[in-house]
């Protein structure tokens, strides 16, 4: 099956355009998240630049492109200048670029989008890369029009949607019309015991693949956790580089100050405490900082997820 390599233009502290209360690089991510959970539905395998909101300079982008060893590139973006309609850009001496761009305006326009057509420029994302590459450009985020396409969660994702079926059309997959966004996930069980659905919110939450399965962590680790459903834990002694899950989580919490230790992927007891001190600070939590992911800590979490 192909590989496909997708990129949310901007990120961290470099946001984008902003107007109308929303942020490009929310946009952008969102996008990329539809787009890639409905290829991954069709089997098709995904490298993502970011699943979290953290700093991704193009230069990274191009790296990660072109060490992922995909067959297609695509980058969302989200256009500014009081204009409307999208675009969708391709190296010029690209055929293939430009036949994958052609798809991705005709899908926009299934959404009542307005196409300002397929562009060429000298853009680094379609320059750099060495693969079949496009950049979309799905709506003028200053423009009211335009605004109003993109305003909510659920219409961002119906963005994704579309651009997964150029790229499904692209290389000749049929859309087999099952995916549908959840955008209000149901409320999980409060019960501790960090299992399938406590493991779906979590991945849910940060925007990672959804399987319910916390995957890779150390096998030395696994007294530690002790209230889990351990079918859906994988305790393995070659655990290379941990969970897509844990990694985003660690990221979040360095980002809020409370875990200082390196971005492994792995559930160790410094992320542990870091976890309890996060949610003590939250009032959700009020067992020891000790370390071991008991009943009370699996609680307090669950709880946390539940409100947002």
């Known amino acids: 099956m ?8 901007h990120g961290g502290t470099k946001p984008g355009a902003s107007a109308y209360g929303l942020v490009e690089k929310t946009i952008n991510l969102n996008i990329m998240l539809a787009c890639r959970n409905v290829l991954m539905e069709h089997n098709i395998t995904v ?6 909101d953290e700093n991704d300079p193009i230069q990274q982008e191009v790296q990660e492109a072109n060490k992922s060893g995909a067959d297609v590139a695509v980058s969302f973006h989200t256009n500014a200048g009081g204009r409307n309609g999208s675009e969708s850009y ?3 001496s690209s055929d293939n670029g430009k036949r994958l761009a052609e798809l991705c305006e ?3 326009q299934t959404l009542g989008q307005n196409s300002r057509g397929i562009k060429t420029n000298n853009l680094a994302f379609t ?4 693969m079949t590459a496009v950049l979309c450009e799905c709506a003028f985020i200053d423009n009211d029009k335009d605004n109003d396409m993109i305003d909510t969660l659920e219409k961002q994702q119906a963005f994704g949607i579309a651009y997964a079926k150029a790229i499904l059309e692209y290389f000749g997959v049929n859309y087999n019309g099952n995916y549908t966004p959840e955008t209000k996930p149901k409320k999980i069980a409060e019960d501790g015991i960090l299992g399938k659905e406590s ?5 849910r939450y940060y925007g990672t693949y959804i399987d319910g399965i916390i995957s890779r962590q150390p096998l030395v680790n696994k007294n530690l ?4 459903d351990a079918r859906y834990w994988e305790f393995t002694e070659n655990y290379g580089n941990g969970s897509p899950a844990i990694n985003a989580w660690q990221q979040d919490f360095k980002n809020r100050g409370y875990y200082l ?3 492994d992927g792995l559930m160790g007891p410094k992320m542990i405490i870091a976890l309890q001190q996060f949610l003590a600070t939250l009032g959700l939590y009020n067992g020891k900082i000790d370390g071991y992911l008991g009943k009370k800590c699996g609680t307090s979490w669950q709880k946390y997820l539940n409100l947002q």
């Not at 320059?127 to 060495?130: A, E, H, P």
């Not at 956790?225 to 889990?228: K, P």
């Open 225 to 228: 956790f002790l209230s889990i």
């Open 106 to 108: 005709k899908y926009t």
């Open 261 to 263: 230790d390196s971005i």
């Open 127 to 130: 320059r750099d890369t060495r």
């Open 2 to 9: 192909p590989k496909v390599f997708l990129s949310a233009g």
């Open 47 to 52: 490298v993502c630049s970011r699943t979290i």
């Open 90 to 92: 391709y190296y010029e």
């Open 199 to 203: 493991n779906e919110a979590t991945q």
